[in-house]
């Protein structure tokens, strides 16, 4: 007999039970065979320190919805973060384009649901199913996904980065699925980063260790904090690194002070800070959250105007710890066709999205499968400018 479910969502993950909910974001049981283990981005402790702090909610347009799935006897068996939306941005993946096209035509585009962690292109779980839920929980969860968008009288729904699991599962569900395009680092098992430039051209490794030297010169010094090393002082100082790098590039930082605070309290062992300090003084440093097997950079600021500082706090410390400490990989953010030479490879990323209206859901499908076309194109000319010497690759 098939198994009864019940949907419902809350507006703070607050009322749902932390241990209820990691128990579906990050199941004891997965291995390395899923592609990941842990994700530090779908936690209840990250979910919640965006929401204590006010990252989320009605400051900066995120407000939650989460879904919530439960069985018969009331167990939250499958959850989804969501939120309702009235603008396209802190995504990652745009969909300004329709939103205009779509006014133009006289419809209304926002608000939207999105399901997601907020201001962070990382892949990961988005459908999350407990380990020991009953046999179509997650459809039940894409139907209360579905539900809610209708009850809220939202245009769409939007999945974004999600596994490529989900993506297809998604798909076979009647979700358009956009492809998108990051670079991460793949530790091949080096012995140290020394090994992994000995697996680069001899032009791109020297440039590499030339740009180290640059961006270091004989003033700056690295720090790698992780655990109880970080304290308050340091969370000030990459505070102000990242309201400076948000002002002058991005024009609206949705972390607050308290965020930093919060997710040091709560996760301090999964995160790494690089600190640059020159002299008495840090100037620059970059946040990365530790997966079990990945290491996902995220924000980074600085103060001064130093050449190749910026690659050598976000890629090339990233790097070496992750070869130092065995993580399989490093996902160093959205964009950047410069990480190329610096030894991070393209690879694919998906979306999914869903429409109440028929007319604007063959037009984004008719879209998406042209650009799918266009970067499938593009990853294969970039595989072709790969730093890694020849015989590698072959």
């Known amino acids: 007999m098939a198994a009864k479910f019940t949907a419902r969502f809350v507006q703070s993950l607050e009322k749902v039970e932390a241990a209820a909910w990691d128990a579906c974001a990050n199941p004891p049981t997965l291995t390395q065979a899923d592609g990941e283990r842990f994700n530090p981005f779908i936690t209840h402790a990250f979910l919640c320190a965006l929401e204590r702090s006010s990252s989320v909610g009605a400051r900066t347009g995120w407000s939650p919805v989460h879904a919530l799935v439960e069985d018969e006897s009331g167990r939250l068996v499958a959850c989804a973060p969501a939120y309702l ?3 396209s941005l802190g995504e990652y993946v745009f969909d300004q384009s329709w939103a205009q096209a779509y006014e133009r035509a006289g419809g ?3 608000p939207k649901l999105q399901v997601a962690a907020p201001f962070t292109p990382a892949t990961g779980r988005r459908l999350l199913v407990a380990s020991d839920a009953p046999t179509g929980a997650r459809d039940a969860l894409i139907g209360a996904l579905r539900g809610l968008r209708q009850a809220l009288k939202a245009s769409s729904l939007h999945v974004t980065f ?3 699991e989900e ?6 569900a009647g979700f358009i699925l956009r492809a998108g395009e990051q670079f991460h680092f793949l530790n091949e098992s080096y012995a140290s980063f020394e090994d992994f430039l ?6 791109k490794r020297k440039g590499i260790k030339r740009e180290r030297r640059e961006a270091l010169g004989d003033d700056i010094t690295i720090e790698r904090l992780r655990g109880p090393e970080i304290r308050p002082e340091h969370w000030d100082a990459f505070f102000a690194f990242y309201m400076d ?3 002058r590039k991005w024009g609206r930082p949705y972390l607050t002070r308290a965020f930093f605070d919060l997710i040091g309290a709560a996760m301090a062992d999964r995160i790494l800070l690089v600190m640059a300090k020159q002299g008495a003084d840090y100037v620059a440093g970059a946040i990365n959250f530790l997966g079990d097997d990945a290491i996902y950079g995220r924000n980074w600021g600085a103060l001064i105007e130093r050449p190749f500082l910026h690659f050598e706090i976000c890629y090339y410390q990233a790097i070496d710890y992750a070869i130092a400490h065995g993580y399989k990989r490093v996902e160093a953010g959205a964009q950047g066709e ?8 393209p690879v694919v990323t998906w979306s999914a999205h869903d429409f109440a209206d028929g007319g604007l859901q063959a037009a984004v499908a008719d879209y998406c499968e042209r650009e799918r076309t266009a970067l499938g194109e593009m990853m294969a000319a ?3 400018e790969l730093p890694f010497r020849k015989e590698e690759t072959m």
Do not use: F, M, N, V
Request: charged letters at 25%; a positive charge; aromatic letters at 8%.
């Open 85 to 87: 939306k009235a603008h």
């Open 108 to 110: 209304k585009y926002y």
């Open 162 to 164: 999600p596994t490529p």
């Open 167 to 172: 993506a297809q599962a998604l798909g076979d």
């Open 198 to 203: 000995g697996a680069l051209s001899s032009r």
């Open 245 to 247: 790098t948000g002002a």
């Open 338 to 345: 410069h990480k190329i030479a610096r030894g991070y490879r």
């Open 382 to 384: 970039q595989e072709a």
